[in-house]
């Protein structure tokens, strides 16, 4: 359990989270390559992502040759960015009335939905997904696989928010740093919430459903409608 834990959970080039988002972004090349030779160009939707993971995973030259544009929506923007390829926008991407339905090609999500605050925020999000193009791509953590991604510990997500929140107060956890106080904590703690595939496959009814398997555990929930 210890070395999938250190696999699932490092950020080095060759670990298997590594790994994973790479096989991902396989599964979005196909779709854009799709809707490339359909149409000869992509308009994107990235709701809360960011240019870095376009490049990161992302063959350039493939990016390039299909004619994708990719408008990012987070919260803030600190930053414009000089690259034609992007466009980032300040907004929130549980309601985007500025933009009419099929406003793109593909709305695409990675470890973004259980972010976004609670089950009504969450229909919300899944909402403007389905509405925004005619194919989405969305990948979530899974609730019940063991290790929990953000906090990095085995079974942190099945404990309640009170017993979370006080292991927040005595240390640091994964990404979140010890907490000065209760208010941080349980900030914290409600900013991840992960779905099961019940859920998941509620808010997104019509797409396919290519989940991540590790060891035989599914790590993540991923959602295609192509």
């Known amino acids: 359990m210890n070395m999938i834990f250190r696999q699932v959970s490092d950020q080095n080039p060759d670990s298997l989270a590594t790994r994973f988002r790479r096989a991902r972004a396989k599964r979005v090349v196909e779709v854009i390559g799709k809707i490339a030779a359909e149409k000869g160009s992509v308009r994107i939707l990235d709701l809360g992502g960011d240019p870095g993971y376009w490049d990161r995973l992302f063959d350039r030259a493939f990016l ?18 000089a690259d034609p390829m992007f466009e980032l926008i300040e907004g929130d991407a549980c309601d985007l009335p500025n933009f009419a339905d099929d406003s793109f090609d593909l709305t695409h999500s990675n470890s973004v ?5 609670d089950w009504k925020k969450m229909e919300a999000f899944a909402r403007e997904s389905r509405r925004l ?22 079974g942190f997500q099945w404990m309640p928010e009170q017993m979370r929140a006080k ?18 904590a349980m900030r ?28 035989g555990f599914t790590k993540s929930l991923v959602a295609i409608r192509s």
């Not at 939905?113 to 605050?117: N, Y």
Request: charged fraction near 25%; hydrophobic fraction near 40%; proline fraction near 8%.
């Open 133 to 154: 193009a005619p194919r989405y791509y969305v990948q979530t953590p899974y609730f019940w696989f063991p290790i929990e991604p953000h906090f990095s510990a085995v």
């Open 113 to 117: 939905i259980e972010h976004v605050g």
């Open 188 to 215: 914290d703690v409600q900013d991840a919430r992960l779905l099961d595939k019940a859920q998941f496959r509620f808010l997104f009814p019509d797409a396919a459903y290519p989940d991540e398997t590790v060891a």
């Open 64 to 81: 390039e040759a299909s004619s994708v544009h990719v408008t990012t929506v987070n919260p803030h923007v600190w930053e414009r960015s």
């Open 167 to 184: 292991a927040l107060l005595k240390r640091k956890h994964g990404w979140s740093d010890k907490a000065e106080d209760m208010g941080a």
